[in-house]
Structures are given as structure tokens and as C-alpha cells.
């Protein structure tokens, strides 16, 4: 059977959007059962990684971190908040900005949450470099990508 290239060009499985797509699906669904004994959501836990490794962030600076705007964020950090794990305030010097600290019971959590990476690497099947190495690639993929729309 002849193949046509510009069909196979719009085959579900030949589109890398739908590789990622799928693959985070499927990261999101290993990673529910942890996320959910810690009593937060994947985007939550986000968040607080990104403040596990430098509290007093602006909201500004956890959105670029996070490729999230403030519109998706300020939702989410205010349901942290209610669950008592962090803290909003308004930077003293300039009121427009928004600085976000973990309470001492945000900051414990990251106890119950260090098993969690060893946990979704065992899910994976791979080895600790190869997952190194693939997040290299699709992080310099994201910056290709994010750089093109410039």
C-alpha cells in the first residue's frame, strides 16, 4: 500500500502536541493518588515546589515561573491560602505586587511530599538519567517553542 505523506502528516499518532498531550495526561493520572494523600491538586503542588525552592515570591515571578498568568494563578493561590498553606501579602514598597510565603504548614509538607519523586521515576520504568535527559530536551523544546511565537 502507497503511502501519502500529507496524510500521514495528520495521523493522531504523528503529531508530537498529541504525544505530550497524552504523555501529561498520563503523568497527571500517577501523580493523583499522591497529590490527593497531600490534599492538593498537580497545579497546587506546582506552586509549591516553586516555593519549597524560594518562599517570598511575587506572584508575577511563580506565574513565569510556572508559564501561568495571573489570572490562572491568583485562583489557586487563594485556595492555598484557605487550606492554610500559604500566605498573600502586598509588597510594602510597591502595592501592586503580591508576595507569596508558605506557612510553617506549607513548609511541612514538603516532609510528606519527598517520597513523591522517587515514587512517579519507579512508574516511569527509567532511569535517572534517562528521565534527566528527556527533561533537558522537552524543556529546550518548550524554549524553542515559546521563543518561535516571538
Not at 502528516?9 to 500517577?30: E, G, P
Request: net charge negative.
Amino acid at each position: 500500500m502507497e503511502t501519502n505523506t500529507a496524510t500521514d502528516a495528520l495521523l493522531l499518532d504523528n503529531q508530537l502536541c498529541f504525544a505530550l498531550h497524552s504523555a501529561s495526561l498520563a503523568m497527571t493520572k500517577v501523580y493523583k493518588p499522591h497529590l490527593d494523600a497531600l490534599n492538593v491538586t498537580y497545579p497546587q503542588y506546582l506552586v509549591l515546589l516553586v516555593l519549597w525552592e524560594r518562599d517570598g515570591l511575587t506572584v508575577s515571578a511563580i506565574g513565569e515561573r510556572l508559564f501561568l498568568d495571573s489570572g490562572t494563578l491568583t485562583p489557586l493561590l487563594k485556595r492555598l491560602e484557605a487550606q492554610g498553606l500559604l500566605s498573600r501579602t502586598r509588597d510594602p514598597d510597591d502595592e501592586r505586587r503580591v508576595v507569596i510565603r508558605l506557612t510553617e504548614q506549607g513548609r511541612a509538607l514538603r516532609q510528606d511530599a519527598a517520597a513523591i519523586p522517587g515514587c512517579i521515576l519507579d512508574s516511569t520504568g527509567c532511569e535517572v538519567e534517562q528521565i534527566a535527559v528527556l527533561a533537558r530536551e522537552i524543556a529546550q523544546l518548550r524554549d524553542r517553542l515559546a521563543e518561535s511565537k516571538r
